[in-house]
């Protein structure tokens, strides 16, 4: 097993944005790192957000992706709440 970690990129959205007060965040994590496990370390930091948890989707490099999906270094992911508007 290795030690290597890797850089993720977060875009932050609609309430992740406003809980974070930025529209991104660079940190590093452990190599095979899930996106559901950045959403658990997301979560974890602004407990606010955690009643949008089963309503997110997440994107990876532009493209929809599963709570599953490994990331890589320099991977970019986006967390997309739902929006209302009209």
Known sequence: MSDSSITITI???AAY??????PELQLNFP?????????????????QLEKWRDVTRFGVNLQ???ANTI???GDE????PPVSGG
Request: aromatic share 14%.
């Open 77 to 80: 992911i986006v967390f997309i």
């Open 11 to 13: 875009k932050l959205f």
């Open 64 to 66: 929809f992706a599963e």
């Open 31 to 47: 190599s095979q790192t899930t996106v559901g496990e950045i959403l658990d370390y997301v979560l974890a930091q602004k407990p």
């Open 17 to 22: 944005q406003e809980a974070y007060n930025l």
């Open 71 to 73: 990331l890589n270094d």
